[in-house]
């Protein structure tokens, strides 16, 4: 009997120490699993800034070809193998690009097969009957940098309808190079000026130099303009010139200078 008693005291006590247990909190995960944390996603921005493109020089011509006259040749200078301006400009080029000169003395824009013309001496020519010119048009180049119209500009009060004999066969010229396979950008050179005789200045600025332009316009082509930074220098005391047409190799050096900068702006 007594031991029936201690046993349910027993089981008494037990109940009231369970009841007075803290019960877990709602929703706790009672068998003590660790969850991962939660990392946050890294904030994108809805319109990423835009990185402005790298501007490139388009690329050097391969292949250059100088065509014209004595100026081009390279009369006047001290050695025309060295300090001519076709040279000159090889240097400032370098390797990359091969620049040959085609300059031939004496040379005219004007065929006078096609155009009655007179030239100023029987050692003139038409630059299109000439050696040089084939070969120009066989070297196929990337760029033609065409200088004529000193030579016609030389006689141009001795003959009638200058301009327009000088525009039809300059644009023949140029027509001839742009129908190359090596589809050449071509340039076209403002004589540099002059100072022999006024007549002579007077017909290259008035009657050569427009047509020059106008050709350009045109057909398409570059001009540099050769005319406006030699003619502070036309004179005979500038030591830019040395007769009132061919200049020096400082005259030359110019020249080089300033169509590297038109070829490479």
Not at 184 to 194: G, S
Not at 230 to 250: E, F, K, N, Q, W
Request: aromatic content about 8%; charged content about 20%; some cysteine.
């Amino acid at each position: 009997m007594k031991k029936g008693c201690f046993l349910i005291l027993l089981l008494s006590a037990l109940l009231v120490v369970s009841s007075c247990a803290p019960a877990a909190p709602a929703g706790t995960d009672t068998d003590a699993r660790t969850e991962p944390e939660t990392v946050p996603a890294e904030t994108v921005p809805e319109t990423m800034p835009e990185t402005a493109p790298e501007t490139e020089k388009p690329p050097l011509p391969r292949k250059i070809a100088c065509v014209g006259d004595s100026i081009t040749y390279g009369v006047g200078a001290s050695d025309r193998t060295k300090t001519s301006y076709p040279v000159l400009l090889q240097k400032l080029l370098g390797s990359g690009t091969a620049v040959r000169n085609f300059g031939r003395s004496r040379a005219y824009a004007i065929n006078n097969k096609n155009e009655e013309y007179k030239y100023a001496s029987d050692q003139s020519v038409a630059y299109t009957e000439t050696a040089e010119y084939r070969s120009s048009l066989s070297f196929l180049p990337d760029a033609v940098v065409i200088m004529l119209g000193t030579n016609d500009a030389y006689v141009a009060h001795q003959n009638t309808d200058v301009a327009a004999k000088f525009h039809r066969e300059l644009s023949a010229l140029v027509k001839s190079y742009q129908s190359l396979s090596s589809s050449p950008k071509i340039y076209l050179i403002l004589c540099v000026d002059r100072y022999d005789t006024a007549i002579r200045k007077k017909n290259l600025a008035e009657v050569i130099l427009p047509e020059i332009e106008s050709v350009a316009r045109e057909l398409g082509t570059e001009v540099i303009d050769l005319h406006t930074p030699t003619a502070p220098y036309a004179t005979a005391a500038s030591g830019y010139y040395t007769d009132g047409i061919h200049l020096t190799d400082v005259g030359y050096e110019l020249m080089a200078d300033e169509i590297y900068k038109s070829l490479t702006k």
